[in-house]
């Protein structure tokens, strides 16, 4: 009968191991438009140390990379159980925290520090438990993913779609493991960002009447995104696992115009669309492209032909949906001891890649709640962490 991982340490030794690396992690200022490779390297010489070897997916300008590593047996060939996390933070500019952000803290019941939630509490159990684990007796594999830029669109996971493909019988299911206190999820809402840029020449406000006016034709397209919504609130579609049951446009960002005596040359429009499982959120896109590009364009050239509307895509985060009664999903339920229903979140992560696109079943679950992440003085409970030693140990791959 198959047991838990077996480690070679007591449950305290390992508890304090686990912080020690979680204090590695957190001092590499990861935030997203900065490189991941010190803590990759990092990552690479601890799993090393117990003999499991690691495999770099690039981007392209070998600045970043994801990781992939594979313990137990196999030879890497069988992937087994997939814990996966994210390895970028998100900017503390602008944000007042009491001390380093990057600097681990105890204080009490918690640890405080960037990517404490969000997700480093969760890459640190993993390690814990892959450095000290007699992997001789694994008769399942486990292997830990971790990626880059998550935060700003999911880029490093959507270059691994196509090998996390190759994986298609040769591995059970993956964990990714975003802060949800534990609780097993198992779908939750997508999420793109547009920015629509309104171009025309500044003229001089007297001539107002005769000239097109980009702040104008973006509050217009503010107002039919609105019209959208509430088209969305009121006929759906809907989907009830979500306490907000519909997908909406945020407007986030209008930016235009420099004095009230002179007509504006540009105006940007940044918006993040949230869309519930099975509404087509390139369809919504291409709603508000169509207008901003069509009847808003036209009206702006009906007073100047040198007007123009671009639209640019700056990130897709696949919504997520898999049966709560999938084999992978019970058998994470029940290793875990859950008794509680399967939860469905209104925050995106790269579960939507993993299973929509690449085919590989998943559930989020980690330590931490989304409450915390991206925000000043970031925590995870000690609590939590302890909990995901125990729940990820549990997993009956030996």
């Known amino acids: 009968m ?122 640190a159990c993993c390690l814990a438990i892959l450095s000290t684990a007699d992997l001789t007796r694994l008769n399942v594999p486990v292997t830990l993913m971790l990626t880059y830029e998550e935060e700003i669109g999911c880029v490093g996971a959507r270059h691994l779609v196509e090998e996390l493909r190759t994986w298609r019988g040769r591995v059970s299911g993956c964990i990714v493991g975003e802060p949800t206190g534990l609780e097993v999820v198992v779908g939750h809402k997508g999420k793109q960002n547009h920015r629509f840029t309104f171009t025309g020449r500044p003229k001089h406000a007297a001539l107002a009447p005769r000239e097109p006016n980009p702040v104008t034709a973006a509050a217009a397209l503010a107002g039919h995104a609105q019209t959208l919504n509430e088209g969305f609130r009121s006929t759906g579609p809907s989907d009830d696992r979500f306490e907000i049951d519909h997908s909406w446009i945020n407007v986030g960002r209008i930016d235009g115009g420099v004095k009230p005596n002179i007509v504006p040359e540009k105006c940007v429009v940044e918006l993040e669309i949230r869309n519930i499982p099975g509404h087509d959120c390139d369809g919504i896109a291409e709603r508000l492209r169509g207008h901003a590009t069509g009847e808003l364009l036209d009206g702006m050239r009906a007073k100047a032909p040198y007007t123009d509307v671009t639209a640019e895509q700056l990130s897709d ?82």
Not at 7 to 18: A, G, P, Y
Not at 84 to 91: A, E, K
Not at 102 to 107: G, H, P, Q
Not at 368 to 384: C, K, S, W, Y
């Open 2 to 123: 198959p047991s838990g991982i077996p480690v070679r340490c007591s449950d305290s030794e390992l508890f304090t191991h686990m912080l020690g690396i979680l204090e590695r992690l957190v001092a590499f200022d990861t935030t997203s438009h900065k490189s991941n490779l010190d803590l990759i390297t990092y990552v690479r010489e601890l799993l090393e140390g117990n003999g499991v070897t690691s495999e770099l997916h690039w981007n392209e300008d070998r600045t970043k990379a994801n990781l992939v590593a594979t313990a137990g047996p196999g030879g890497g060939h069988d992937r087994g159980i997939v814990w996966s996390g994210h390895t970028d933070v998100v900017p503390v500019d602008g944000q007042d925290w009491s001390g380093d952000p990057f600097t681990l803290r105890t204080t009490g019941d918690r640890v405080t520090g960037r990517g404490t939630a969000d997700m480093k509490g969760f890459i």
């Open 317 to 398: 985060t696949p919504s997520f949906a898999i049966d709560p009664h999938h084999d992978f999903v019970t058998f994470v339920r029940k290793s875990f001891g859950t008794d509680g229903e399967p939860q469905y979140v209104p925050f995106g992560t790269e579960a939507g890649l993993i299973w929509e696109h690449a085919g590989v079943p998943a559930v989020v679950c980690g330590p931490g709640f989304i409450t915390e992440a991206h925000t000043p003085d970031e925590f995870v409970t000690l609590d939590q962490l302890r909990r995901c030693l125990g729940l990820l140990k549990s997993l009956p791959l030996a």
